[in-house]
């Protein structure tokens, strides 16, 4: 850095959020809303001469998970820990081909499919939509995620201890407060805005 860190990562994040001045900006990089397009990073560790097998840490933005090396070259203060899916949950991307093209699908917890063509790897979108033509009856009896299933824990605490007293970074999370996307994506984003207009019984029982 071109001046003297006077902080460790985790005080200057603490001042940070407490709206106090630390003695840098805080830096942040490797989130799901901070990440790296595994593109960028792959043409970044060649320019630096650095090697590391991409390791994809969000399929859906295809981000790539920085690895050690590269978070302290640019004095990263944060450092991940995240839940994980629950031992129940089988994920896994699969090919099929739709329209005459290779396409790459991943079904997430909520029966959403995500889709991203082979000759175009930049990211998944939404390609079904589980509630597209569900009523409020359907919505009631809908297998939603177990968010409180202990096995998506497992492990986490003794990492984030292991974070918390064999390193001085901030311990940083995954996305939270994504209620209303979720929504959306289960739905479909045009017949989401209708429904907040035409049918809010819906929209009420999906949020809930």
């Known amino acids: 850095m071109l001046r003297m860190e006077t902080m460790s990562p985790r005080q200057r994040v603490r001042l940070a959020l407490n709206h106090q001045i630390p003695d840098r900006v805080p830096i942040d990089l490797g989130g799901f809303q901070t990440g790296i397009h595994k593109g960028a990073y792959a043409a970044l560790i060649e320019h630096l001469g650095i090697r590391d097998s991409i390791s994809i840490m969000d399929a859906v933005q295809q ?7 590269i978070l302290q070259r640019f004095h990263v203060d944060t450092r991940y ?23 790459h699908d991943l079904r997430d917890e909520f ?9 175009q790897r930049l990211f998944m979108d939404v390609s079904y939509h589980p509630l597209a033509k ?7 009896s809908y297998p939603f995620p177990r968010g409180n299933d202990p096995s998506r824990f497992t492990g986490v605490r003794e990492q984030a201890l292991k974070l918390r007293n ?24 045009e017949q989401w805005f209708i429904d907040m207009i035409e049918n809010p019984a819906f929209c009420e029982a999906v949020l809930d």
């Not at 820990?81 to 396409?103: E, Y």
Request: glycine share 10%; proline share 4%.
């Open 63 to 69: 981000l790539a998970k920085p690895c050690e090396e």
């Open 134 to 140: 569900a009523s409020v009856a359907d919505v009631a």
């Open 111 to 119: 029966g959403v499919v995500w889709s991203m063509p082979d000759d």
């Open 81 to 103: 820990l995240c839940a994980h899916a629950p031992d129940s949950f089988k994920a896994g991307i699969v090919q099929n081909r739709r329209d005459g093209r290779l396409w």
């Open 166 to 189: 064999e390193t001085d970074y901030a311990i940083c999370t995954g996305i939270g407060g994504v209620v209303y996307e979720y929504c959306w994506y289960m739905r479909g984003l």
